[in-house]
């Protein structure tokens, strides 16, 4: 082996690299690229990965490596590969998508000796397919068949699914195909667990995992087939730097491995659809005609003299249900008791002091609560602000439901599901529930399903809410027997509409429309550059000067919006601010913003990341 004298390492922060280290003597023939090493950066003892090696430098003073952590590499050329296309689609360093990829108990200076499978090439053409499903039985027999006919060559598969919920339920569909040992990668795993699951896919003694996003990474060598279960899940885009799609690594990784895809949707993205020409993906459709009974209640006329919102139709519906012993669900997208907490004398609203958001009040644990930090605290008996007792909690959440529910139908068993509720309620005759109940997908069916407030799917500051809001209604469309009764506001709502009449092609193609004449991904790409840090003014000041630089030397083809304060603007004690990029040309954009960021004289206190298509 060649005694190369310099090891270029990247490291997992934002910061471009490679970085020369020299290579002491003693280690020299022994380090080979993809290997984990322990190196001095920025004063600080940080993990490293060998990116290349060479004979030289032309920088002087190099500092030596630290450690070799083990005498294997981890990343093989795939891997590698995965994650240059990581950054140059999402902005993020090459250090930061390879630390995504190892497991927790490597992303430290702890050496490890780890066995490696020897690489071999997959011998079957990389089919991919979408399948396209209108309901949640028929498809598996063609997974199933895939997924045999890849293990039968002695290939590895990766099955990807949202939610750790989900994951028994598609072990026991396709169980009858899979190895007697596979690899589960879930929530519940310990770090220890999920190194042991890695390791064992990395030496081949393991094919298959079956687990969340992060499993896309599973370092399985051959690969033959990535199946990507319900496409459109909220919980396939990462929210943490590098905020990478999950669709688009599994392509990314498909087209690295040459290996093939199944891309499984009961309602898809719209990027999805704009990126599904014929030769990239063959689609098989699961179609049946529509089995329940759509229907929407205008509520603009509807008045209550409480604050619930159970129409008179919605009541008449569950009364039937109820009446012919069918079980029945009434959806509401909010947790808690009431949304609200203010004081009647005052106006004051109890906000949560690390957060711009109110907190909410949850009758169960009696207590008010963030949504986004998970703060609580007791609720006051007098207002903080000016000392009066007129506090109170209004608006609607899932747990006020659960009580009006229980006084109009008090002989039926209401029953609550949210994700403060650990366990699914194995009886019950109405489910008061928010989208966590689609965990259960495939696994519940009632006869009614009731959607008491869908249109505040609609008013989020998200370009995507109307594509959303069209996936929950026909994902829990899947889950009703014969009727689903949606409460509105705004009867004459394009996408409302599309879904009551069963035109999904319409949907798509009058999003498609709208995101085109809004210049909105897929068709031109945004960059959402969020600085934040715990100081407001200095964060604003360092938002300025970056805005100022943007716009100084903006592009042609190129537009820079200006700086605004996010639609969090506080979160978890820091200040936030955003600057969107909007651009033609993914990459360019990109480029011109990196470009930026690097010429900026940083401020220490404040924390950049970038987001592509946010």
């Known amino acids: 082996m060649t005694e190369y004298t310099i090891a270029q390492i990247v490291v997992g922060l934002p910061v471009e690299g490679p970085f020369d280290y020299f290579i002491p003597q003693e280690w020299r023939g022994r380090i080979v690229v993809g290997q984990r090493v322990a190196v001095m950066f920025a004063h600080v003892k940080r993990l490293g990965v060998v990116v290349a090696l060479q004979h030289g430098t032309d920088i002087k003073n190099v500092k030596p490596l630290t450690k070799v952590l083990g005498t294997q590499p981890w990343f093989d050329d795939y891997l590698l590969h995965l994650a240059r296309d990581m950054k140059k689609r999402y902005g993020c360093s090459s250090g930061e998508a390879l630390e995504l990829m190892l497991p927790k108990a490597l992303r430290s200076t702890r050496s490890l000796e780890l066995e490696r499978s020897a690489q071999a090439v997959s011998t079957l053409d990389g089919q991919r397919t979408w399948i396209r499903s209108q309901n949640t039985r028929d498809h598996w027999s063609l997974i199933q068949t895939r997924i045999k006919e890849v293990l039968s060559h002695e290939l590895g598969v990766i099955v990807l699914v949202a939610d750790s919920a989900q994951i028994p339920y598609v072990v026991s569909q396709v169980k009858s195909v899979l190895p007697e040992k596979i690899v589960i990668h879930d929530n ?7 190194l042991e699951g890695w390791s064992m896919l990395r030496s081949g003694q393991r094919k298959v995992i079956v687990g969340l996003r992060s499993a896309v990474f599973a370092p399985i060598d051959p690969l033959g087939l990535i199946v ?4 459109d899940n909220p919980s396939f885009r990462e929210e943490q730097s590098p905020f990478y799609q999950t669709r688009e690594v599994v392509m990314m990784r498909a087209n690295i ?3 093939g895809v199944l891309i499984v949707t009961f309602s898809s993205t719209v990027e999805l659809v704009f990126h599904s020409q014929p030769e990239r993906l063959t689609a098989v459709d699961y179609s049946e005609p529509q089995k329940a009974r759509r229907q929407l209640i205008d509520m603009t006329n509807f008045e209550s003299k409480g604050p619930m ?17 069918q079980k029945a669900m009434i959806v509401i997208n909010r947790r808690g008791h009431s949304t609200v907490t203010r004081c009647l004398f005052c106006g004051h609203m109890m906000r949560c002091p690390r957060c711009t958001t ?11 609560e963030c949504r986004r930090c998970f703060t609580s605290q007791d609720l006051p008996k007098k207002c903080p602000h000016c000392g009066k007792e007129y506090l109170r909690s209004l608006g609607v959440g899932v747990e006020r439901v659960v009580q009006e529910i229980r006084r109009l139908f008090p002989a039926a068993r209401t029953q609550r599901f949210d994700r403060d509720v650990q366990v699914f309620p194995p009886q019950f005759d109405v489910l008061v529930t928010t989208q966590a109940v689609l965990r259960m997908l495939g696994r519940v069916v009632v006869h009614t399903i009731g959607i008491l407030d869908v249109d505040t799917e609609f008013n989020r500051a998200d370009y995507r809410s ?24 705004n009867i004459d709502n394009e996408t409302l509409r599309s879904f009551i009449s069963g035109k999904d092609q319409e949907f798509y193609q009058n999003e498609l429309l709208l995101r085109k004449e809004l210049k909105l991904p897929p068709y031109q790409h945004w960059v959402a550059v969020l600085l934040r840090g715990p100081e407001e003014k200095i964060v604003s000041i360092q938002a300025e000067a970056l805005y100022n630089s943007l716009a100084e030397n903006t592009p042609s083809g190129i537009d820079v919006m200006p700086v605004r304060p996010d639609g969090m603007p506080k979160l978890r004690d820091q200040y936030r601010f955003v600057i969107f ?5 993914a990459s360019a954009t ?15 206190k404040v924390i950049i990341t970038v987001q592509v298509d946010p």
């Open 358 to 368: 109110n907190l909410s009040y949850s009758a169960v644990k009696k207590r008010l």
């Open 581 to 585: 990029i909007r651009g033609e040309q």
């Open 257 to 259: 491995h040459q290996c």
């Open 188 to 194: 519940e795993r310990t770090a220890k667990e999920e």
């Open 466 to 489: 109307s594509q959303k809001a069209f996936s929950l209604l026909t994902h829990l469309s899947l889950m009703a027997k014969e009727n689903i009764v949606i409460q509105t506001m």
């Open 228 to 231: 990507l279960y319900d496409e």
């Open 309 to 325: 919102m159970i129409s008179f139709p919605m009541r008449n519906n569950l009364e039937k249900a109820l009446g012919a012993g």
């Open 590 to 604: 990109l480029d011109f913003v990196k470009e930026s960021i690097g010429k900026l004289k940083k401020k220490s």
